[in-house]
């Protein structure tokens, strides 16, 4: 549960940092929202659902780090966007930006799967 709410601290200091920058880069408005919602809302709510459920395992922590990819790769793919779009250079990222959102996806499913098998009826 510690490494839960760990995760969750980390993703809301990057939340804020990004905030900051998109501040200086008004087109990266969602760095600031994509860390602070999927990264530090999902990890809280984690600790809460895992404390009621014990459905934290192995095969979890896999999905968790798998989402951890994904969500990184999202927000690195989105400050590449911003700043190629803000300093008006040319570049094509839409894919790799689709790839991260895609294992984001099939990583929360996983997630989500994984808590539906603890709950007993």
Sequence with gaps: ?????????????????GG???????TLSVVHTHYLMLG??????????????????N???K???????GLNLTVVMLVVRGVVQVLSLDASIAVLIGIAHLILGISMVLV??????CIKD
């Excluded at 530090?40 to 934290?56: A, D, E, G, P, R």
């Design 1 to 17: 549960m510690k490494r839960l709410m760990n995760a969750s601290i980390v993703y809301e200091v990057l939340g804020l940092i």
């Design 20 to 26: 900051v920058f998109y501040r200086e880069f008004t």
């Design 40 to 57: 530090m809302v999902l990890f809280l709510l984690l600790v809460v659902v895992k404390k009621n459920f014990h459905f934290v395992d």
């Design 59 to 61: 095969k979890v922590l």
């Design 63 to 69: 999905y968790l780090l798998f989402y951890r990819i």
């Design 112 to 117: 989500l799967i994984s808590i539906r098998n």
